[in-house]
């Protein structure tokens, strides 16, 4: 990713490495780093909103451990 951070793809690299953490591995922690660097990085990206949407689960699935 940090080879890429010029590129136009860089917003995709950092949501789907999340994405993946999230979704395919359930690593919630790794997930919600690389999503709130998208956030910290991008915060007018139109995938944003989604990213929030993903954060809010992820602090869900933490108050009920």
């Given at each position: 990713i940090?080879?890429?951070?010029?590129?136009?793809?860089?917003?995709?690299?950092?949501?789907?490495?999340?994405?993946?953490?999230?979704?395919?591995?359930?690593?919630?922690?790794?997930?919600?780093?690389?999503?709130?660097?998208?956030?910290?990085?991008m915060?007018?990206?139109?995938?944003?909103?989604?990213?929030?949407?993903?954060?809010?689960?992820?602090?869900?699935?933490?108050?009920?451990?």
């Amino acid at each position: 990713i940090q080879d890429y951070d010029d590129s136009y793809e860089y917003a995709d690299a950092i949501y789907y490495t999340a994405y993946i953490y999230d979704r395919q591995l359930s690593k919630y922690d790794e997930a919600a780093k690389y999503y709130n660097r998208f956030l910290n990085e991008m915060p007018t990206n139109e995938l944003a909103e989604q990213v929030k949407v993903h954060l809010n689960r992820i602090n869900k699935l933490r108050e009920n451990d």
